[in-house]
Nanobody, 115 residues
């Protein structure tokens, strides 16, 4: 079946780096507005970064200059490179994409930043 699978979350110290991956599997013929969202305890879900099919990107102000979203079209995978991590980046990060014209969410991966 068509699905999104995230990986790469974990525990890191403030100032550290982490790279998240989100792979779309199944019979994929179109991917639109694929991106990353996060939700911290007691907070609303927020957009982190989104990348379009043409390569254009949108990032939240809170992560600009620290996070970079990219995609590997051959692998149907989107990445989120997170640098200079802060404790306030702690959240469950989820991948969202429109695959074959339908909205899909990944299961989420926990990112915890200490200190």
């Amino acid at each position: 079946q068509v699905q999104l699978v995230e990986s790469g979350g974990g525990l890191v110290q403030a100032g550290g780096s982490l790279r998240l991956s989100c792979a779309a599997s199944g019979s994929i013929f179109s991917i639109n507005l694929i991106g990353w969202y996060r939700q911290a305890p007691g907070k609303l879900r927020e957009m982190v970064a989104v990348i379009g099919s043409g390569g254009s990107t949108t990032c939240a102000d809170s992560v600009k200059g620290r996070f970079t979203i990219s995609r590997d079209n051959a692998k149907n995978t989107v990445y989120l490179q997170m640098n200079s991590l802060k404790p306030e980046d702690t959240a469950v990060y989820s991948c969202k994409a429109i695959l074959n014209g339908r909205l899909y969410w990944g299961q989420g991966t926990q990112v915890t930043v200490s200190s």
